[in-house]
T-cell receptor, first 113, second 111 residues
Framework: AQSVAQPEDQVNVAEGNPLTVKCTYSVSGNPYLFWYVQYPNRGLQFLLKYITGDNLVKGSYGFEAEFNKSQTSFHLKKPSALVSDSALYFCAVRESGANNLFFGTGTRLTVIP | DADVTQTPRNRITKTGKRIMLECSQTKGHDRMYWYRQDPGLGLRLIYYSFDVKDINKGEISDGYSVSRQAQAKFSLSLESAIPNQTALYFC??????????FGSGTRLTVV
């Protein structure tokens, strides 16, 4: 069975500082991993994905994520946080051959001016 | 126009009423999904469909039904709404192997 954990409900970071939003996963086979962002009163927007290839994946708005197979993690990172990055972030996983994505419970990121 | 359109955006209904949430897409994707979002629980899959003749239950299908009227349309029905179905509902679409495109959501309140 596939599952994904986002251990932090809330992350606070000062503007200009690096940010990390954590995600760990559990799948039986090879994972397909995704990050989505949700702004208030909006649907989820795709940020980036890892299917295969380089472990460091670059996505929208300056975000990147590193796939770590040994630690079964896919943490989202950004070198310098902006106030406009404040939102709810969801990690999602699908194991190869499975039919749909399984989402984490979300992490609310607040960037403090 | 949005790629994935959900109607209505907001709805308040009474316990026991039947309600339908509609989703249409212009992405040309074959796969469509309905999720509900609750605080602290993330998104949970209700139903999904890989083509017009394919309907599958998700994690939490009890109390819900769906209809895939066309490749571009996928509606979710609550036959007899109850208060614990109060949530934010999202429709999403995808192609095989790719990520999802989400609609803007329907906020449903059952009183």
């Amino acid at each position: 069975a596939q599952s994904v954990a986002q251990p932090e409900d809330q992350v606070n970071v000062a503007e200009g500082n690096p940010l990390t939003v954590k995600c760990t996963y559990s799948v039986s086979g090879n994972p397909y991993l995704f990050w989505y962002v949700q702004y208030p009163n909006r649907g989820l927007q795709f940020l980036l994905k890892y299917i295969t290839g380089d472990n460091l994946v670059k996505g929208s708005y300056g975000f990147e994520a590193e796939f770590n197979k040994s630690q079964t993690s896919f943490h989202l990172k950004k070198p310098s946080a902006l106030v406009s990055d404040s939102a709810l972030y969801f990690c999602a996983v699908r194991e190869s051959g499975a039919n749909n994505l399984f989402f984490g419970t979300g992490t609310r990121l607040t960037v403090i001016p | 126009d949005a790629d994935v359109t959900q109607t209505p955006r907001n709805r308040i209904t009474k316990t026991g009423k039947r309600i339908m949430l509609e989703c249409s897409q212009t992405k040309g994707h074959d796969r469509m999904y309905w999720y509900r979002q609750d605080p602290g629980l993330g998104l949970r899959l209700i139903y999904y469909s890989f083509d017009v003749k394919d309907i599958n239950k998700g994690e939490i299908s009890d109390g819900y039904s769906v209809s895939r009227q066309a490749q571009a349309k996928f509606s979710l029905s609550l036959e007899s709404a109850i208060p614990n179905q109060t949530a934010l509902y999202f429709c999403a679409t995808s192609r095989a192997g790719n990520g999802y495109t989400f609609g803007s959501g329907t906020r449903l309140t059952v009183v």
